[in-house]
C-alpha cells in the first residue's frame, strides 16, 4: 500500500509540475502573440466553438508552449532517476509547478485585465445615465453663416510618435508634420507646455476604430452584448442616440464620408447611414464609380494616397453647392500589423510600421495645406484626431502603458471668438462630441454633451472630475441605460455569424504554379474557392521548399499583406526564379525573386558569365509550396493552411 501511495504521490508531482510548466509557457505566449487581449474575449470564445484554429496558430502554440512544458517535465524525470534524494525531489517539482502556476496567472492577470473582469462582470452602475446629457434635452444653436467641417479620423494616431521634446516617446519624431500643424492648431495643451502635444485619452469601450468613432461622434463607450465588431448583424445602430451627424444633418449639412476599405466593416455604413444620413463612399463606391478597377485591391481596400486623392475631388463639388457641408475621412493605412508601405513611404527608419506613420504624417499634412490653399477654408474648420492608440503588437511594446497613451488631436480654423484655453487640459475622446460641434460655431447650453465638455469652455471634463481610474472602473461594470440605448438584437447576431463561421470552415483554395516569358522564372497563384462573405485576411508564412539530387531549401516569400478575399479571384501572387546552372551554390535560399517587398536578403540573379561558365542542369527541381491564411471575421479568427507538390523538368 505505501508503495502505491509513492507511486502516486510522484505521479501528482509530475502532473503538477508539467501544468505548472503548461500555463507559464502559455502565458508567455499568450503576452508575446497579443498585446491587446480582454478575459471577455477569452470568456466568448471558451464558450463558442474553437473550429476553424486551424495548423498555424495550432502549431505556434504546441511549438513554443506545450512542447517546451513537456520537455521540461521529461528532464525533470529524467533527473529524478539519475538522483538518489528522490523523495525531497517529488516535494520540489510539486512546489516548483505550483510556483509555475502562480507566476502564470501574475503574467496573464493584468495583461488580459482577469482581475477587473472577475470584479466588475457582476456589478452594476448609473455611472454613464447619471452623466449623459442628451443633445435633445439642451438647447443646440448654429451660427446664421454656417461653417464647413473636415473630420479626419487617422487610423491608430497617437501622441507618442512625436519625440520626447515634444511630448512623444519617440527619439526621432515620426509626426513632425503633424506635430508643426500644432502650431496654427488647438490640442487643448495650454500656454505653459512648450510645445509639447497634448491628446484625448481612450477610455472603455472606445479602444477600437468603430468604438473610438461612436465616442467622439455621440460622446458615448460603445459597450454591447455582443463582439465589438459585430454591429454589422443589427438593422440599427443606437437608434435613439442622437449624434455629431444627426445634429449637423437637422441643420441642413450634407454628410459624407469615405473609407478607403469596405464601409459594413463593424457595422460603419449602419452607423453612418441611420446618423445623419452620410453619403457612403467605401472601397466597393470606388471600385463602382470606377476610380479603380473592378480587381483592385491593396491592405483593406485601396490606400490612403487615394483617399485624399478622392477627398480633394469631393471637396471641389462641394465648395461650389450653398449647402454646409461635413466630409468624413477615415484612413487605413497605419491599422497594423505593420502598416501599409505605400509607394510615396521612405525608408527613413528601421522599421517599417515607423515608416509607414511617417508617411501619413506627411501625407496628412500636405492634404491639410492644400485645403488651406482652397477657397472655402477660410469658412472651414478642419477637425484632425487619431481614432485610438495603436494595436501593433511589436510596435506596442516600445510605447507607454496603453492607459496612459493618447491619441493625436487638432482642431484647425476653429469659428471666431473661441478664446483658445490657457491652461492644459486632461480629456478623452468623449470630449471630441461638444467640442467639434464649438469649433465649428454651435452654442450648447451647458457646455456638455453626452459624456463630454466643450473644452473650448471652463466647464471640468468627467476625466478632471473623477480622474482616469475611477472614470474607467465605472465604465466597465453594467449599465442598463446602455443595454437600453443598444437595443440590440442578440438571437439575430449569434445566427448571422453562425453563418459566416460555417462557410469559413468550409475554405477551400487552389494553388497554381505557372511559367513565365523569362527562363527559370515561375509565378505561384493562390485562389479561394469557397463561396463566402468578403472579409479581411493575412497570407502568413508563405513559403516554398525546392530541391533536387544536391540541394534542399526552403525560402519563406513575401508574407503579411492584406486581402479582401472573393470567391474565384486570386488573393495572392509571388515569384520565384530557380539557379539555371549546376554550380550555383545551394545558398540560393535568398536568390529567389518576388513582386513586392524582399526580405530574404541580398538579391541575386544568374548573370550571363554563370551560364556560360557552367553546365547545364541534368536533374529536375522538386518541391512543395505551403500558404497559410489568417482569416478575421467579425467575431472570430481562422488559420488554414494549404500546401502543393510541383516538379519542373
Known sequence: MKRVLKIIGILISFIILLVGAFFLFTALWVRRTWTKLSASSIIFQLQNSLEGTGNGMVKTFILTAALPAVLLTAVCIVLYFLLKKKRSLTVIYAAVGAGLFVLAISLVWKHIGLGDYLKYRNKKSSFIEDNYVSPEGVGISFPEEKRNVIYIYLESMEVDYADKEHGGEMVVSLIPNLTALEAVGEDFSGNNDSGRLNGAYSMYGTDWTMG????????????????????????????????????????????????????????????????????????????KLGRIPEDYMVFWGYEDEKLFQFAKEELAELSVSDQPFNLTLLTVDTHFEDGYYCRQCRDEFDDQYKNVIACSDRQVSEFVKWCMEQDFYENTTIIISGDHPTMDRDFSY???????????????NPAEGLASPDTHREYTTFDLFP???AAIGVRIEGNRLGLGTNLFSERKTLLENYGQSEFNTQLKMKSDFMTKLADIDEENADSFLDVIDESLRKLDADIELEETETKGKYKVSVYLLSDRPSCMNYINTPYITVYDDTYSCSYLLEYNNEYSITEGKTCYEAYFELPLTQD??????????????????????????????????????????????????????????????????
Open 435 to 437: 467640442t467639434s460641434l
Open 398 to 412: 516600445d510605447l507607454k502603458d496603453p492607459e496612459n497613451r493618447r491619441v493625436y488631436i487638432s482642431i484647425i
Open 212 to 287: 473610438a468613432i461612436f465616442a467622439e461622434s455621440s460622446g458615448l463607450p460603445l459597450i454591447i452584448p455582443i463582439q465589438k465588431n459585430s454591429m454589422f448583424t443589427q438593422s440599427k445602430f443606437f437608434p435613439t442616440v442622437t449624434t455629431f451627424g444627426d445634429i449637423l444633418k437637422k441643420n441642413g449639412y450634407k454628410n459624407v464620408i469615405l473609407f478607403g476599405h469596405d464601409a459594413e466593416f463593424a457595422g460603419g455604413n449602419l452607423y453612418f447611414s441611420s446618423h445623419g444620413d452620410y453619403e457612403i463612399q467605401d472601397y466597393k463606391y470606388a471600385r
Open 584 to 649: 550555383i551554390e545551394p545558398d540560393f535560399i535568398n536568390d529567389i525573386y518576388m513582386s513586392g517587398s524582399y526580405d530574404g536578403g541580398d538579391m541575386f540573379l544568374p548573370d550571363e558569365s554563370d551560364k556560360n561558365g557552367s553546365e547545364e542542369r541534368d536533374s529536375d527541381w522538386k518541391g512543395q509550396i505551403s500558404i497559410e491564411l489568417t482569416i478575421h471575421t467579425h467575431n472570430n479568427t481562422y488559420f488554414t493552411n494549404w500546401s502543393k507538390d510541383f516538379t519542373i523538368e
